[in-house]
């Protein structure tokens, strides 16, 4: 069983074929190009599937983009040994 269904193939291809400004596959290009170079950096598929949701779902809400950023811009939490023994 193929993980690469046809009509979502169909789907990026048509995409891309129907936009006359070309930003579609210069998007499909760096986003080939990104996963490829994850992957040789060490990346695992589940992991790339995790960022690239989290990417999509910033792009719809931008609350949620303003939440991630914060997150990443925290500091991790001061070692509690007396909690953690």
Aim: aromatic share 6%; charged share 30%; proline share 5%.
């Amino acid at each position: 069983m193929s993980i690469f269904k046809e009509e979502v193939i169909k789907s990026i291809i048509d995409k891309a074929k129907s936009d006359q400004s070309g930003s579609v596959s210069e998007v499909l290009r760096e986003v080939m190009r990104v996963c490829e170079n994850a992957g040789m950096t060490g990346f695992t598929l589940q992991e790339l599937s995790v960022i690239a949701t989290t990417g999509w779902y910033i792009s719809q809400d931008p609350r949620m983009g303003k939440l991630m950023r914060d997150m990443m811009t925290m500091k991790p939490p001061e070692p509690d040994d007396e909690f953690l023994n």
